[in-house]
């Protein structure tokens, strides 16, 4: 008899589901991400939490993501998000388009027709990710790209044997694809690669791709922390860190801005230590501070695109960023203000900040008065940006000191008992 660890999810009772080449999107390879991951799947070492039979597959066209676990030695398991690169419906309905820009009205070799495109073959021509082959697609990432830019996409990308040179000599011609069909698709693996939270950077752990679908590493969502005064003192401390990161993205050794195109409370997750990350980096734009970049390019909608141009976005009209001269210092602070920090600290009613379980009347009354004026300082657009950034600072100095300093939150704890920069 085996007996399972605890913390163990159950065995699934059916596997009809899980391992299918036409489930995993490996009939469409090289129009995937890659096959990092397989053995994993294959080897049953991820196992779906949301488990679903033969005869209930309907709605997983409308499902892109869901969680799951994963084991390195069948003992312990650690949960991951499980997600396509688009919605199953979204990749049907590219995946039409592709064979119809060919006239093909049924279904035809994707990876064959993506193969004779001038934009695939200027990119395997070369040995360098050049900014006119990525000139025109969807991904905010690629709104203004550098050449360094480019290049730490190639050097961190984890889906090639030898990472690490900017050089794709050792990139096969299965490889350029794979690449340039993720870029043209969703840079959401990509972002997880070149900023690994191994090195500071506010993002989960990329762990690989089987197919269309990509792994990383899971978290809870922020809506889990609304509607009880019990979890205040939380929220104060998850709008202190979405502000400290939001900052960060701006600010870094690197040069590189990273701003939000978009934002939404499911960009967000709380690990068991209490840290925030962004789950979501579909929407981050990027930057070069360094190098600058180009004059906007004129849009490749339309008949000015090519088939790379607009794939994940189904039959909707193709839709760009606005460009990056437009991109304020303050943008990301701005869309945080107006988005997500009023659920977190001011009431339903959007007037007072929830009442405080402490002790001390004085820092209680100060957040009522002080925070929702912040607040309207840094949501509104038609301030200067030197007033958005004194309001967050004053807001930040506001939350610091009400932060929690307990053992549940382990991401700062001992040290915040001794050293108030924690």
Same mark, same amino acid.
């Given at each position: ?12 009772q059916k596997k009809a589901l ?22 994993k799947l294959l080897k049953d ?17 409308? !499902? *892109? ?8 030695? %069948?003992?312990?398991? $650690? ?5 396509? #690169?688009? %919605?199953?419906?979204?990749? /049907? %309905? ?5 064979? /119809?820009?060919?006239? &093909? ?13 001038? $934009? ?8 360098? @990710? ?12 690629? &709104? ?19 990472? +690490?040179?900017?050089?794709? !000599? ?5 490889? !350029? ?11 959401? =693996? ?27 590493? %899971? ?10 005064? $019990? ?12 502000? *400290?990161?939001?900052?960060?993205? +701006? ?39 360094? *190098? ?6 004129? /849009?490749?909608?339309?008949? +000015? +695109? ?13 839709? $760009? /960023? ?12 701005? @869309? ?29 009354? &100060? ?7 912040? #607040? ?23 939350? !610091? =000191? ?5 053992? &549940? ?14």
């Open positions: 008899m085996v007996v399972e660890a605890a913390g163990t999810p159950p065995a699934p899980s391992l299918q080449r036409a489930f995993l999107g490996l009939d469409k390879c090289n129009a995937c991400v890659g096959t990092t991951i397989c053995k070492q991820i196992r779906f939490d949301w488990w679903m039979s033969p005869d209930t597959t309907l709605p997983l066209a409308e !499902k *892109q993501s869901f969680p799951g676990n994963l084991t390195d030695d %069948s003992l312990s398991w $650690r949960p991951v998000v499980l997600s396509f #690169l688009s %919605s199953p419906r979204l990749h /049907s %309905s590219s995946d039409r388009s592709i064979c /119809s820009s060919v006239g &093909r009205q049924g279904p035809c070799s994707i990876e064959a027709v993506l193969r004779v495109t001038p $934009r695939f073959q200027s990119l395997n021509q070369s040995h360098l @990710l050049l900014p006119h082959i990525v000139k025109g697609l969807a991904p905010p990432l690629l &709104r203004c790209p550098s050449q360094r830019l480019l290049d730490r996409v190639v050097r961190r990308y984890a889906e090639v044997v030898d990472v +690490g040179s900017v050089q794709m !000599k050792h990139f096969s011609e299965r490889d !350029k694809l794979r690449l340039l069909y993720t870029l043209a698709v969703n840079q959401q =693996p990509l972002i997880l690669q070149m900023f690994p939270g191994t090195e500071g950077w506010p993002f989960p752990r990329y762990q690989g791709s089987c197919g269309r679908l990509m792994v990383w590493a %899971s978290s809870r969502p922020l809506w889990g922390l609304y509607g009880s005064s $019990r979890e205040f003192i939380q929220r104060v401390d998850v709008a202190y860190q979405l502000l *400290q990161i939001t900052q960060g993205l +701006g600010h870094n050794s690197l040069g590189f801005l990273l701003y939000y195109t978009r934002l939404e409370e499911d960009m967000f997750g709380l690990l068991d230590d209490q840290r925030v990350f962004i789950t979501d980096a579909s929407s981050i734009g990027v930057i070069d501070l360094e *190098q600058g970049f180009p004059p906007d390019p004129p /849009s490749q909608t339309g008949s +000015g +695109g090519d088939i790379f141009s607009c794939l994940g976005q189904g039959a909707s009209p193709c839709h $760009r /960023s606005p460009p990056c001269s437009s991109v304020r210092p303050t943008q990301s602070l701005t @869309l945080l203000c107006t988005a997500l920090l009023p659920r977190l600290l001011l009431t339903e009613r959007g007037a007072q900040p929830t009442r405080l379980p402490m002790e001390g009347e004085a820092e209680a009354g &100060r957040l009522a008065r002080d925070v929702p004026l912040l #607040l309207g300082v840094c949501a509104d657009p038609s301030q200067p940006d030197w007033r958005i950034m004194a309001a967050v600072g004053s807001l930040m100095d506001l939350l !610091k =000191p009400m932060r929690p300093c307990n053992p &549940r939150y382990t991401y700062r704890y001992p040290e915040c008992r001794y050293n108030q920069d924690y």
